[in-house]
Structures are given as structure tokens and as C-alpha cells.
């Protein structure tokens, strides 16, 4: 290799010295060398005294002794090299643990050499492997992660199929004109907690995955009441969880998963600070712009609502925090020092008008007859449901149970069939793949693809092209009806 310009080349005697290379070795740093004499060492470079946490001082009173610095465990690694030292000369590197001056542990490894052939006395390095240590447990930690999600995924698509029958269920209930004042309550509320279930069950299932964003308006004090059950979950029993609602709060325009993924991010960040427990608070508060020194810097004037996580942990200092990049359009993001200790991040989102309501009922649509719709769900209940309902909206319903069924009856059926209804993580044969074979002998049905499963797991089963009509589990009766509605009422797509 070509030394730099200006850098003076060293003699070639200096560079073939054994002693050179092990001076600089020893003066660069770059590994921790030590000498040992029996049970103590005796000498060592600054790279090894960093990381035991000892000082020259301490050295030089012989206060580094190889037993006292051994963790019990590895007493027996540390005896079959010693044996290999007296044998061989010296014995192979070994990952073992050193406890430090101040009592904590450090991994490193650990390999050495017999100088003047005396196995009383002896070279090694040592390595600092805190950092390889940390990366391989963030690693497991992702493929556990990553197999939890897959799990999760499972769980959710049947567990979606079954608050579909609630929520259809209860719908149909409702529409019985026999039911009293008192029963209609309770139906009601079978049907707000089979919601609120579902919620729940979208954010937590989307942590950890990516997707594109979709804002909507949200209330942020339930939002955040929701959140933290989860986040309860999340955190050492030792951690006390508390909300601090401001009623004044309230509407944003956000995408639920991201606002829901970020309050985790900064909790799970608070418990790593908080070893010993202590206190996180979800706290919301509304907050009018004027453009005055004390208002919060980078906002424009205006209303908003400031989401804050604050926990009582050692200070991280004030200044931006990656995990609170703007992910929601007009966030500002804000990482401030507390007074009595701790730290509280808190991002600011521009509020809605009180006016807007989060989901607007869309306008009434006209019953519509005459199309076939061959829906294919191997949940029986869902299955019966959305035959019964749309049936009652004037469709003619066939049904199948799996894609096998569905191509016999397909095949059978004298008549049209418009459009077909079906789930896309059919037992067998794919929802995507049932809508293509059904596509050769009909190429002017359409398809309405529902699904119970998570993004991630569709997405492992099949991607679907962009403007395919897609309706997530759980739903109501009446937005199933909406959407075959408006799929038969869309141009045909090639």
C-alpha cells in the first residue's frame, strides 16, 4: 500500500522489529494488552485499564489480581486454559466476563501467550465485546419480534373473523323491532366494546410495521386512554403509568398507528432509564400559538395539541430525539429537560376544528337488485352474516366456504355471477388465486377482497395491485353493503 503524501516512510529495520510492531500495538489502543505474573498483572496498556475501570495507581499497588476480576463461572474456563498455557504455551481466545473496579461486568475476549517460555508469566489481549454483545441481543430481540408479529398475525385474522359475527350480530339485533329500551343499551354496548376491541387490536398488531400513512381525525384523549393499557403492558410492574387529559385537547388529523408506534417508542425508552422504576406520564394539553417568545419555537400560529410523554428518569439532556421525527404532516417534535429531573418529549399537532367528526356517515344509497354475488368465507358465521345482509339489500347471494366450493358452484351456476366476495387467506387455494380462475371462464366479474389477517401477513401471502378494493376486519354490516355497492358501481378494470 502507497504511503499518504508527506508521510514520511519509516526506516524498514523499524517495521521489521518484533519489538516495534509490539510497541505499537500496545501505544495504539486499539486492543487491551496486559502481562501477567502468576496471579496478578503486573503490567497493561490504557485500552485494558478502560475497560476494567482501574487506574495506573491501581496497577502499579497490585490491586489487579486475575481471580478477583474472574466471575465464579468462568473459574473453570479459566483453569482449562491455564492447563493449555502450561502445555502448549499459551491457550486459544475465550469469551469470558472481567468484573470491573466499580462491581459491574464487562464481556470481552481473551486470548494470551508464555513469555520467555515461564508459565508463571504471560501476554494477552483482550477485547472489548460490550458493543458486538449488544447488537447480537438487538438482533435476537428483532427475530423474536419478528416471530411474535407472525403470531400475532394469525391470532388477529381469527380473532377479527369472530368481532365481525359481534359486530353483525349485534347490528342485526338492533333492527328488531321487538327489542326494548333496556336490551337496545346493552346491545349497544356489546357493540362500542366490539369496536374498541378491534382498535386496540389494529395498534397493537402494527407496531414494528411499516406502512403508508393514513391520517384521519382523531380524539387524542381517547386515543391516548387506549394507549395506555398497552403501554402498561409494556413496562416493569415497578413503572406507574398516569394520564394527564386536558378535556380542552381535543382533535387531530393523524395516522393512528404512527401516533400509537411513537407513544411506544418513547416509553420503552423512559424504561430503559428507569432500571428502578418510577413514574410515565401520557399527558395532553391544548395549546393556541401566538407568536410570543414563550411560545414553543418552529410553530406557526394557530391551535394545536401537544402529546407528551414525560417520565421521571435521569435527564437526557434537552435537543431533538430520533424517535420523534415528524412522522404526522404539521408534527413538531420537542425534547425538554423537567424542572425536578426527567424528560418529556412532546409532540405538537395541529388541531381540528371541533365541528369535524371522525367518521362521516356516508350519503343514503338506494337498495340495489338484480346482481349475483358469490361470497367465499371459511368462517361460517361471517359467512352467514354477509349472506343475510346483502340479501336483504337486494342482492341474490351464493356462498361457498373455500375456493374448491367456490369454483365448483362458479361452474355450475346457470346464470351471471357479478361479483365475488372473498376472503384472501382462504385454507388452500389463495383469495388472489380463486379470483384469477374464476376470471377465465367470467373476465367481468368483479372482486371485493376482505380480510381478517394483518398487512404483514397478507402482504407474505400476496400483493395486491394498486386500486383493488379491499375491506378489513372486523366491519359493519353496513359498510360491507357500501362496498360491494360501490365495487359493482366502479368501471371494469383489465
Request: glycine residues 8%; without cysteine.
Amino acid at each position: 500500500m502507497t504511503p499518504p503524501a508527506g508521510d514520511p516512510t519509516p526506516p524498514a529495520e523499524e517495521l521489521e522489529t518484533p519489538r516495534a510492531w509490539t510497541e505499537q500495538l500496545v501505544e495504539s489502543n486499539i486492543i487491551g494488552i496486559m502481562v501477567a505474573h502468576e496471579a496478578a498483572i503486573v503490567e497493561a496498556n490504557e485500552a485494558f485499564l478502560q475497560m476494567v475501570g482501574y487506574t495506573r495507581e491501581d496497577l502499579a499497588a497490585g490491586r489487579l489480581r486475575w481471580a478477583e476480576m474472574t466471575p465464579p463461572e468462568y473459574a473453570e474456563a479459566d483453569i482449562r486454559a491455564m492447563n493449555d498455557m502450561v502445555r502448549h504455551g499459551g491457550y486459544a481466545p475465550f469469551e469470558k466476563e472481567f468484573v470491573r473496579k466499580d462491581g459491574s461486568r464487562v464481556a470481552v475476549l481473551v486470548g494470551a501467550a508464555t513469555l520467555n517460555r515461564s508459565p508463571l508469566r504471560s501476554v494477552g489481549f483482550v477485547l472489548d465485546l460490550t458493543e458486538r454483545k449488544a447488537l447480537e441481543a438487538r438482533g435476537r430481540r428483532a427475530q423474536r419480534m419478528e416471530s411474535i408479529v407472525q403470531l400475532a398475525g394469525g391470532i388477529a385474522h381469527d380473532f377479527n373473523n369472530l368481532l365481525t359475527a359481534i359486530l353483525g350480530s349485534a347490528e342485526l339485533l338492533l333492527e328488531n323491532p321487538q327489542i326494548d329500551a333496556e336490551g337496545r343499551q346493552d346491545v349497544e354496548q356489546i357493540q362500542k366494546a366490539a369496536r374498541r376491541a378491534g382498535q386496540l387490536a389494529r395498534q397493537l398488531l402494527a407496531f414494528g410495521r411499516r406502512q403508508a400513512s393514513q391520517p384521519r381525525v382523531l380524539d387524542l384523549n381517547a386515543m391516548l386512554d387506549d394507549m395506555r393499557s398497552i403501554v402498561r403492558h409494556l413496562l416493569e410492574e415497578r413503572i406507574e403509568v398516569v394520564t394527564e387529559l386536558d378535556p380542552e385537547a381535543g382533535s387531530v388529523l393523524a395516522d393512528p398507528t404512527q401516533l400509537g408506534q411513537t407513544v411506544v417508542d418513547a416509553a420503552l425508552h423512559a424504561r430503559d432509564r428507569m432500571p428502578e422504576g418510577g413514574r410515565l406520564t401520557l399527558a395532553t394539553r391544548a395549546v393556541r400559538v401566538t407568536g410570543a417568545v414563550s411560545d414553543p419555537p418552529g410553530l406557526r400560529p394557530g391551535r394545536y395539541a401537544a402529546l407528551t410523554v414525560r417520565d421521571s428518569g435521569p435527564s437526557l439532556g434537552a435537543g431533538a430525539d430520533p424517535l420523534f421525527e415528524p412522522r404526522q404532516s404539521g408534527a413538531h417534535a420537542e425534547v425538554r429537560v423537567e424542572p425536578d429531573g426527567g424528560t418529556a418529549f412532546t409532540l405538537y399537532l395541529a388541531a381540528i376544528e371541533s365541528g369535524a367528526r371522525e367518521e362521516p356517515p356516508p350519503p343514503a344509497q338506494p337498495r340495489t337488485g338484480g346482481a349475483t354475488v358469490l361470497v367465499v368465507e371459511n368462517e361460517e358465521q361471517v359467512r352467514a352474516l354477509a349472506a343475510r345482509v346483502l340479501e336483504r339489500a337486494g342482492f341474490a347471494v351464493v356462498t361457498a366456504r373455500d375456493a374448491e366450493s367456490a369454483v365448483q358452484l362458479a361452474n355450475r351456476h346457470p346464470g351471471t355471477i357479478d361479483l365475488l366476495v372473498v376472503d384472501m387467506l382462504l385454507p388452500g387455494l389463495s383469495g388472489r388465486g380463486l379470483a384469477a380462475q374464476l376470471a377465465i371462464h367470467r373476465p367481468a366479474i368483479k372482486v371485493l377482497y376482505i380480510s381478517g389477517a394483518t398487512d404483514d401477513a397478507i402482504g407474505r401471502h400476496q400483493v395486491l395491485a394498486p386500486g383493488t378494493e379491499f375491506l378489513q376486519k372486523p366491519f359493519a354490516l353496513d359498510q360491507l353493503v357500501r362496498m360491494v355497492r360501490k365495487v359493482l358501481g366502479a368501471p371494469e378494470r383489465q
